[in-house]
DNA sequence: CATTCTAGTGTCAAATAGTGTCAAGTGGTG
DNA sequence: CACCACTTGACACTATTTGACACTAGAATG
């Protein structure tokens, strides 16, 4: 059972986001960690277990020099910041990337398997508005996908 | 644990720039020193420990004679000055520097592993979406390397 | 040569941001 | 409907950052 479903938590006023309980859980059963590395991705955060932010560490580092690995050097791994629970469940999330991502109040934490992502309401209400229209002209392929 | 993380700071009315408790704590312990070097770096700056600044130097003297070896002199080595915290861990940063990176009340630093950027804010907000973007257009590299 | 400007320094104190913890809400489950 | 686990808001405390101001050194001006 890997992360998976979508939650509306809020931040608190220092900036503290709430991970839902069945998150830790997995974490803790499954990578024996007791926090997340958070990073910018798209407008929004995404946010894996330490282990696995090691292993895309290392393939990032092991690119050859030149712009794509300078772009995600610049923005996936140095503005990582690797948070731990606090004793209610909560990650503290640096200004710059609550900023970045335009936190503030109403969030929304959604599981993605492998990795966990958090949005802003309102973020996360307008790309999930353009992945439906997506998926709405796309009728053959949602068939053929068996939906 | 190298330098990493993205802050926005200021800078105060003549040109001195907070640099973030953590990176001092970092120069500190790992490299006994209470400042950093402060060099040209494209549009922005850049900012070493002064032993890593040294090896640098080394590297750049022992190159053969050519363009190549003196636009790093120029551009890279002559324009550099050694910058101490003050009291408030506060960097004065030389008015070329400064104006050569267009600093300007809002300055963003980011850790780099070895090294530190500065930039002003707008040359930052540039870089990053052009970087953004880049990671946007190649979703089969991003997910090769595990994000 | 005296005076005025400007850039830089040192320091203080206010403002802001982050941490730890408690207890009140909230919603799901039996 | 009562219980329980989880989430949220609040508060006190500490650390960090910022704005302000007085002071110094050196350059520019008359």
Not at 35 to 59: F, H, M, Q
Request: glycine share 6%; aromatic share 8%; charged share 25%.
């Amino acid at each position: 059972m890997k992360f998976s479903g979508e939650y509306n938590v809020s931040i608190d006023l220092k900036g503290r986001v709430s991970i839902p309980a069945s998150f830790r859980d997995e974490l803790r059963q499954k990578y024996d960690s007791e926090g997340l590395v958070v990073t910018r991705y798209k407008n929004g955060l995404v946010a894996y277990p330490p282990s696995r932010w090691e292993e895309i560490c290392a393939n990032v580092f092991s690119m050859s020099p030149g712009p794509k690995r300078e772009a995600n050097i610049r923005n996936r791994i140095a503005p990582a910041k690797e948070c731990s629970f606090n004793a209610q469940g909560r990650i503290q999330i640096p200004q710059s990337l609550r900023e970045h991502a335009g936190l503030d109040k109403d969030v929304v934490v959604i599981g993605m398997f492998e990795k966990i992502e958090i949005w802003s309401q309102i973020a996360h209400t307008l790309i999930a508005a353009e992945s439906e229209s997506m998926l709405d002209e796309d009728a053959q392929g949602q068939a053929d996908l068996g939906f």
